[in-house]
């Protein structure tokens, strides 16, 4: 079993930054290909970025190309998701995600074998 503990999230201003964290614990031994998904308010859950199994990719969301980036630490046993020039269709409760089968990365929840139980990010002036 993996735990994981989403942190980081807050209010912030259009055009602003915000870094997520992802706290995992118990089996940590192995790899996961991990992801952020978020979901806002009365929309599905939607992928955002994902990082490969063996950290050698990552693909993400086009509504978040060039302004989110995924990296992981491993010794840490933690995964960040670094968020640029926030927009307010960007406000949702963001997720972070484990499988333990993918190398790469999909958009596909059922995928995902762990989740976290999010934390909010609003953008809002």
């Known amino acids: 079993q993996l735990h994981l503990v989403e942190s980081g999230g807050d209010e912030v201003q259009p055009g602003g930054s915000l870094r997520l964290s992802c706290s995992a614990s118990?089996?940590?031994?192995?790899?996961?290909?991990m992801a952020w998904f978020r979901q806002a308010p009365g929309k599905e859950r939607e992928f955002v970025v994902g990082l490969f199994r063996f950290g050698d990719g990552t693909n993400s969301a086009d509504s978040v190309k060039e302004r989110f980036t995924i990296s992981r630490d491993n010794p840490k046993n933690m995964l960040y998701l670094q968020m640029n020039n926030l927009k307010p269709e960007d406000t949702a409760v963001y997720y972070c995600a484990a499988s333990s089968h993918l190398e790469r990365t999909t958009p596909r929840e059922f995928d995902y074998d762990y989740w976290g139980q999010g934390t909010q990010v609003t953008v809002s002036s």
């Open positions: 118990g089996r940590t031994s192995r790899s996961y290909a």
